[in-house]
């Protein structure tokens, strides 16, 4: 069980895979890729996509191919203004929370999914799937503070962590 906070801003939705945190797979699909591509070969990872102006969240597969669990937000967060989101995964449920409310519906993780990594942690970059074109991805806007927690936090802790970090992020 584990549970990741953080903070972003951003007015951009243009362009597919914003990373705003991730980390890649012990063993990804393709080795070569020094920054994890967002989706199979994560072990986690927050982003913004083309298909909304929402964030989703994603824990990869370990089965070194194109499978993943992603939990999509319901809540626009392209506004420029500062918004915190918390993934807590809790045995086979990922949970989505966006300024301390929980954020459509939970999703129940299949497959056989990361559970750790060896790799290190990146912020505001993602290497590209089609790297020839444009090697990465970076994040278009601004990424504050970001905690993370080896168990899944109450719905509470989640609300009260907002409240007490919503005065840092005006």
């Known amino acids: 069980d584990y549970t990741i906070s953080t903070w972003f801003k951003t007015s951009n939705s243009t362009t597919a895979h914003h990373p705003i945190v991730s980390q890649l797979a012990t063993t990804p699909a393709y080795p070569t890729q020094t920054v994890g591509y967002l989706d199979h070969q994560t072990n986690f990872a927050f982003r913004i996509d083309t298909y909304g102006s929402n964030v ?3 824990n990869g597969n370990n089965d070194g191919g ?3 669990n992603t939990i999509q937000g319901t809540t626009a967060v392209t506004d420029n203004n500062w918004h915190q989101v918390v ?3 809790s045995g086979n449920v990922m949970t ?3 300024d301390g409310v929980q954020n459509g519906s939970p999703l129940t993780r299949t497959g056989t999914y990361q559970t750790s990594s060896t790799q290190g942690v990146y912020f505001g970059i993602t290497r590209n799937d089609n790297p020839s074109s444009d090697p990465f991805t970076y994040f278009p806007g601004s990424i504050g503070y970001t ?3 080896a168990r899944g936090l109450a719905n509470a802790e989640i609300g009260a962590l907002y409240r007490y970090e919503k005065p840092n992020y005006p």
């Open 56 to 58: 989703w969240f994603t």
């Open 66 to 68: 194109w499978t993943h």
């Open 87 to 89: 993934a807590r995964v």
């Open 96 to 98: 989505l929370f966006v």
């Open 147 to 149: 905690g993370f927690w």
